[in-house]
Structures are given as C-alpha cells and as structure tokens.
C-alpha cells in the first residue's frame, strides 16, 4: 500500500505540471487569437488557426484547445453549427467571436 500511495502522489504532481504548461502555452496563444478575432471578426476554427500561423492539423488542435479554455473563461463565444448539420462536418461550421462589449454607462 506504502508504494502506491507514493506512486498515486507522483501521478497527481505530473499531471498539474503538465496543466499549468498547457495554461501557460494557451495564455501565448491567447495573445495571437485574440487581435485577430478583433480585426476579423467571426472566424471557424482552421481559419483562425491559419490565421495565427498553426494552419497544419497539429495546429488546429492547439488553436482548438486554447479556445475552450478561453470559452470556458467567457474571453470568447462558441456560435454552434446550423441545425442539421452532420456531427462530423460541425468542425467546419463552428464559428468563433470575442464577447460583445459590455454598453457604458451614459
């Protein structure tokens, strides 16, 4: 028992390294995404990820993964594909934005 408890610690160690650098390389990313969705506007996700320069398949997983944690953090909005549409073709018709403003006070 003595063993895997140890081994159980260890486990639990490596995996919060390996999140905080998965934060730390969306947060850099974060920083790529966001301009462009300013300037651009509504993007799918293999036009935003050629967009920041990650357009090989690779990329796009990496592009897909710090958006959600963004979507998570409400730093940006998911428009889901039309009603319809094939679950395996969603990909391509899931649309990306920055939150809308919130209006200032007058």
């Known amino acids: 028992m003595g063993s895997s408890l140890w081994i159980g610690i260890a486990v639990g160690i490596g995996v919060a390294i390996a999140l905080l650098l998965q934060r730390k390389k969306s947060g850099k990313l974060e920083e790529k995404i966001v ?57 391509k018709h899931i649309k990306y934005r920055l939150p809308a403003a919130p209006a200032q006070p007058v």
């Open 35 to 91: 301009p462009v969705l300013k300037e651009r506007g509504e993007l799918t996700l293999a036009d935003l990820a050629e967009a920041v320069g990650l357009g090989s398949f690779m990329g796009r997983g990496k592009v897909a993964m710090a958006l959600n944690e963004m979507a998570a953090g409400k730093r940006v909005e998911i428009i889901p594909a039309p009603e319809g549409t094939p679950q395996i073709e969603k990909v």
